[in-house]
T-cell receptor, first 118, second 109 residues
Framework: GAVVSQHPSWVICKSGTSVKIECRSL??????MFWYRQFPKQSLMLMAT?????????EQGVEKDKFLINHASLTLSTLTVTSAHPEDSSFYIC??????????????FGPGTRLTVL | GENVEQHPSTLSVQEGDSAVIKCTYS??????FPWYKQELGKRPQLIID?????GEKKDQRIAVTLNKTAKHFSLHITETQPEDSAVYFC????????FGSGTKLNVKP
């Protein structure tokens, strides 16, 4: 199956700093990538949809100025958590979705990034 | 947007018994319904999926049924084993994926 990587796998930062998380599709071109946030013992909450070459579409309640998403190429999307605070501590997971040649809608998940803000 | 509800939130069964998890969705445009298994701290893993033009799909001990009219779909696991213990999520998709709240399945040896 298709492989999606995420980097870093975990990060600890001080309150007020910014953190960048990378999501890469390693063996296919991802026209669309999704970013999710998952708090402990909760479900995956869709934050935004990232399409290559265009602005991301954010879900209601997600601050676009705080969670900056860039999808500059068909294999890379980045999520930057700006001015991170302890309440931003969470498990961030990306997924990639390709329409090219696909006859179904399967998304491929990255391994996730554990963010802890002190 | 889509609203996906999942029940039960926790499910405890004896090894060898069957487990059923149910989900409902609100958007009739949703056309793809995957089920994921997630172990603690790891990415969700697709275990089975179904498209809106199919009513049932089976893969060994796992099956999924879909009722488009009622907008609900279910995951069935037969002959459960301790390694089936995990959190299971349903999802509904049209252009975006929305997840259910999850079911923690505990299979007791």
């Amino acid at each position: 199956g298709a492989v999606v990587s995420q980097h870093p796998s975990w990060v600890i930062c001080k309150s007020g700093t910014s953190v960048k998380i990378e999501c890469r599709s390693l063996d296919f071109q991802a026209t669309t990538m999704f970013w999710y946030r998952q708090f402990p013992k909760q479900s995956l909450m869709l934050m935004a949809t990232s399409n290559e070459g265009s602005k991301a579409t954010y879900e209601q309640g997600v601050e676009k100025d705080k969670f900056l998403i860039n999808h500059a190429s068909l294999t890379l999307s980045t999520l930057t958590v700006t001015s991170a605070h302890p309440e931003d501590s969470s498990f961030y997971i990306c997924s990639a979705f390709s329409l090219a040649g696909a006859d179904y809608n399967e998304q491929f998940f990255g391994p996730g990034t554990r963010l802890t803000v002190l | 947007g889509e609203n996906v509800e999942q029940h039960p939130s926790t499910l405890s069964v004896q090894e060898g018994d069957s487990a059923v998890i149910k989900c409902t969705y609100s958007d009739s445009a949703s056309n793809y319904f995957p089920w994921y298994k997630q172990e603690l701290g790891k990415r969700p893993q697709l275990i089975i999926d179904i498209r809106s033009n199919v009513g049932e799909k089976k893969d060994q001990r796992i099956a999924v049924t879909l009722n488009k009219t009622a907008k609900h779909f279910s995951l069935h696991i037969t002959e459960t084993q301790p390694e089936d213990s995990a959190v299971y999520f349903c999802a509904a998709n049209f252009n975006k994926f929305y997840f259910g709240s999850g079911t923690k399945l505990n299979v007791k040896p």
